[in-house]
Nanobody
Framework: QVQLVESGGGLVQAGGSLRLSCAAS????????MGWFRQAPGKEREFVAA????????YYADSVLGRFTISRGNAKNTVFLQMNSLKPEDTAVYYC????????????????WGKGTLVTVSS
């Protein structure tokens, strides 16, 4: 089992920045590919960013490319999502996900989910 806890969400004006954190506990964290997903009201959960377990290669949705950065912490048990140049359409609950098999670039590939943190971007 892997337990994931997200933090860092909040209210920010358009153009601002936030840094989300995902703290993991349980099985060896470095063995899992990690991803960030988001779900806006009335919409499906969508992929945002992922980091591969083997070489920390990163992947991004087109909508956030160049604005968001995913990274692992030095202690290897934390994953971050730095979000810059935020837009109102980035408003959503952001979820951290872990996969023991694939790099999670789709929700179906996630084995473990956190409970999410709300990001609200005002115009």
């Amino acid at each position: 089992q892997v337990q994931l806890v997200e933090s860092g969400g909040g209210l920010v004006q358009a153009g601002g920045s936030l840094r989300l954190s995902c703290a993991a506990s349980g099985r060896t964290f470095s063995r899992y590919g990690m991803g960030w997903f988001r779900q806006a009201p009335g919409k499906e959960r969508e992929f945002v960013a992922a980091i591969r377990r083997s070489d920390s290669n990163t992947y991004y949705a087109d909508s956030v490319l160049g604005r968001f950065t995913i990274s692992r912490g030095n202690a290897k048990n934390t994953v971050f999502l730095q979000m810059n140049s935020l837009k109102p359409e980035d408003t959503a609950v952001y979820y951290c996900g872990a996969s023991g098999v694939v790099t999670p670039t789709s929700a179906s590939g996630v084995d473990y989910w956190g409970k999410g943190t709300l990001v609200t971007v005002s115009s």
